[in-house]
Nanobody, 119 residues
Framework: QVQLVESGGGLVQAGGSLRLSCVASGLNLNNLRLGWFRQTPGKEREFVAQSSPSGLITSSADSVKGRFDISRDNAQNTMYLQMNRLRPDDTAVYYC????????????WGQGTQVTVSS
């Protein structure tokens, strides 16, 4: 059974930093596409960042570019989202996800972790 478990969310002041972690079990993250998404009440889930299967290429949404960084540790079977210079509009539930078939469809999702940025 595949499980993705996020941690690291919380309350932070604007301008602060948080690092989200997502530990996988039942699935080896090596050579899989990894992603982070976020959602606020009443809105659709939106893309935040992704890592190519090799981990060598990353991309991110314009709204977080230059502030958020996705990374992975294959030895720990864990992905991360480093979030710097946080803003109140970054407040959301953040989800990690895995595209195991490399077809740009994310197959597995974590349960989400709340990030709240106060002004």
């Amino acid at each position: 059974q595949v499980q993705l478990v996020e941690s690291g969310g919380g309350l932070v002041q604007a301008g602060g930093s948080l690092r989200l972690s997502c530990v996988a079990s039942g699935l080896n993250l090596n050579n899989l596409r990894l992603g982070w998404f976020r959602q606020t009440p009443g809105k659709e889930r939106e893309f935040v960042a992704q890592s190519s299967p090799s981990g060598l290429i990353t991309s991110s949404a314009d709204s977080v570019k230059g502030r958020f960084d996705i990374s992975r540790d294959n030895a720990q079977n864990t992905m991360y989202l480093q979030m710097n210079r946080l803003r109140p509009d970054d407040t959301a539930v953040y989800y990690c996800a895995v595209d195991k078939d490399l077809d740009n469809n994310y197959d597995y999702w974590g349960q989400g972790t709340q990030v709240t940025v106060s002004s």
